[in-house]
């Protein structure tokens, strides 16, 4: 495929107009002003259209799309346990593949073009992720509650046979990645276990951290050490880690994830609706951490619109800090995009660059909300919407294109969620 | 028109599906589970659709949106003083009727039917909402910096202008309001005269207030009261009034609004981008003050999308608040419609009833984003997108539907748009 006079992100993540960009296979093989004298297929005209790295939606749980407007204005603990856990408990991989299935089509109609998933039900999630070819760093997120022995737990057991059957599979789309699921749904055994066997298998490690005051404070009181200091002890640390949310990081911390090349995952929207409150990414920007940006799920947001999120990125520090000047659009372009896919561990998608992976979305600049044209990015941060995404591509190939999906059949898709939803709230209230 | 088996969001602004709701001329003339017998002409399929009350956005400055993009990331004096008002300086009647219809276009395809707008060149502004069928209640914004006599200030003749060509017309749809730009920018005898002239006028009277820290606080320095208490002591309170931002404004001054009966407009976007800070909106619900929502201008937002802003309206209090149980969905969506109406003067508008003006907004439910349908009212406020928004009518009349507006040419007012703003760079560079 040939983009022809199109605008994009260049990989200073700048723009440029009126560029040639070349597709072949999976990968982006020619970026140029002239066009090129190879052949590249179809011939797209990009004509006020820009092309942009595909988002990367660096922390979400896809199968709770199912559970959208279901568990609502309630204080996290009864959000929890009255609401999520008893809805999860009916799950299976059935339903779970189902709930991926729409997830992926609302992340493809948003120009997101990978996603790290925490969940379980992972032959359901994988099913739906092989089916609808989007990219994903799956992980069997990791609990424990009473003593045990690591290779015995059913969680590290599921862990290993999804490495076995899916890791790195699907061109390498799908990868799987290890993952504790926090610091207070864990005890102090498996903590210490997880980081002896993960600390030298090259693997991604994913865990939820300091997402709220209480955790992060309870875990001081029990340990004497901030759920950071935790893992840095516990050798966690020594894998490539993603830890999402950080709110209530300290400074101590910053260091130690900063000195262990460890990326963060901030997630603002739900970190607002849960009442979780707001993490400093401008500090966390300013210390040289990988930041990525991640939607968390659809349970909590309540979407998946990396663009949405990115506005949020934006504008959010700027009034919380009362600071206008800070975390550029430049800056929150680049956490939706390289910097997940270096979360990720993905190091070569993000950019718009030769030899990169084509993840790819074009964003139309035809829409009332996006003239005038005097800072093209400014107006995809700021401006921007999914409506504007009309094109989303992973792996060279099209998956998403004016308002059709190529390998999801939402009428279908969701439909079935409906039933989904009206089977287990049945089952629920028996 | 007839809107047949469609969801709606009724006069208690709960949801009911399978409702048939007939327009005619400008009212909602039917609303029952049952079709009419009589005729309404157009039969539109409500299959999964919901309509919604059309969006009221309280407080914007539309010719603005031609500085979409241009003034970015600074703070609050660099960007009015190196970038607006040099640009402002620049614009005319022409270039503002421009501005204006590209806001316009921005705002039906997002399901706004009614704005309020503060600025000048009032001609070219009234020009475009009249082409464009929008409704609109203006204000020419009246600031002072030099003694002077309350009838012979220029902006003072031009309001008594605006009234005496424009209050009232169009069907009702054009209303003129009296604008005190805001504390900051007026001299004393100007806030004193102001609240003399209006305080038995009958019109509304739109404000800034208490949007930054500094603006507050320089108040209580140079008056020894607040914003609020100074206006109340000005009479301008007398008259029916609609304060933007209130950001700063304390537990006395709620007492005051709410003794006056004003209203509030919270910009929760503008107020993050600028680095003002967060309105306690929370806070003004439980006074039970008439609390309304609006974007303000493109150039601080960066778009005039309602849904947009509800969003952020609904899950921002919960996260600076450490509470996930405030400020509900239906709070919400009453704020963007009904309160926005009551803001406006407009006691027949913001409510899907019968006898009501038919301004109306048709949301489908058919992106994978709005499935499963479990809650359709924390769906409309949590998930859906301006995408979503497939039809807008005002006054009874379709002015957008799939894409398409009846009374804008995008492509055109988008070039012309694009064209003032490289004009206006190339003057300011001179």
Not at 8 to 37: L, S
Request: proline fraction near 3%.
């Amino acid at each position: 495929m040939l983009f022809e006079k199109i605008g994009i992100i260049d990989e200073n993540f700048d723009f440029k107009k009126d560029m040639y960009v070349g597709v072949k296979d999976d990968r982006i093989c020619y970026i140029g002003t002239q066009k090129p004298e190879e052949n590249y297929g179809r011939v797209y005209d990009g004509t006020r259209k820009v092309l942009i790295p595909g988002l990367v939606n660096a922390h979400t749980h896809s199968p709770m799309t199912l559970l959208r407007g279901y568990s609502e204005n309630l204080p996290l603990d009864r959000w929890l346990n009255e609401k999520v856990f008893p809805f999860e408990d009916k799950l299976n991989c059935d339903r779970a593949y189902y709930g991926t299935m729409l997830s992926v089509a609302e992340m493809l109609s948003s120009g997101t073009t990978a996603f790290s998933d925490m969940y379980f039900f992972q032959d359901g999630v994988i099913k739906a992720v092989k089916e609808s070819k989007a990219k994903t760093n799956f992980c069997r997120s990791i609990s424990s509650f009473t003593d045990g022995e690591f290779l015995k737990e059913s969680r590290v057991i599921e862990t290993l046979d999804a490495i076995k059957n899916y890791h790195n599979t699907e061109n390498g789309r799908i990868r799987i990645d290890w993952s504790l699921h926090s610091e207070y749904t864990n005890m102090l055994w498996m903590i210490e276990a997880f980081g002896d066997y993960t600390k030298d298998k090259g693997f991604i490690t994913h865990i939820h951290m300091s997402e709220t005051k209480s955790e992060h404070e309870n875990c001081k009181k029990k340990y004497g050490k901030t759920p950071a200091k935790l893992f840095y002890d516990s050798k966690i640390l020594d894998s490539k880690c993603l830890f999402a949310h950080c709110v209530w990081i300290e400074d101590s911390d910053i260091e130690l994830l900063k000195e262990k090349n460890a990326s963060i995952v901030t997630c603002p929207a739900s970190n607002l609706k849960l009442g979780s409150g707001v993490c400093d990414s401008n500090k966390i920007l300013n210390s040289g951490i990988n930041l990525a940006l991640g939607t968390d799920s659809a349970s909590s947001n309540n979407g998946l619109d990396m663009l949405r999120e990115m506005y949020l990125a934006a504008i959010l520090p700027k009034g919380i800090n009362n600071a206008p000047d800070i975390v550029s659009p430049k800056d929150v372009l680049k956490m939706a995009t390289v910097n997940g896919a270096v979360a990720q561990g993905r190091y070569d998608c993000g950019i718009i660059k030769e030899n990169y992976k084509a993840d790819l979305a074009v964003i139309s600049l035809d829409s009332p909300s996006l003239y005038p044209d005097f800072d093209v990015i400014n107006n995809i941060v700021y401006s921007a919407e999914k409506s504007d995404v009309i094109l989303t591509m992973v792996d060279g190939e099209v998956l998403y294109e004016n308002g059709e999906f190529k390998t999801v059949d939402v009428e279908k898709i969701g439909s079935e969620c409906n039933k989904i939803v009206n089977e287990v709230v049945r089952e629920i209230s028996l």
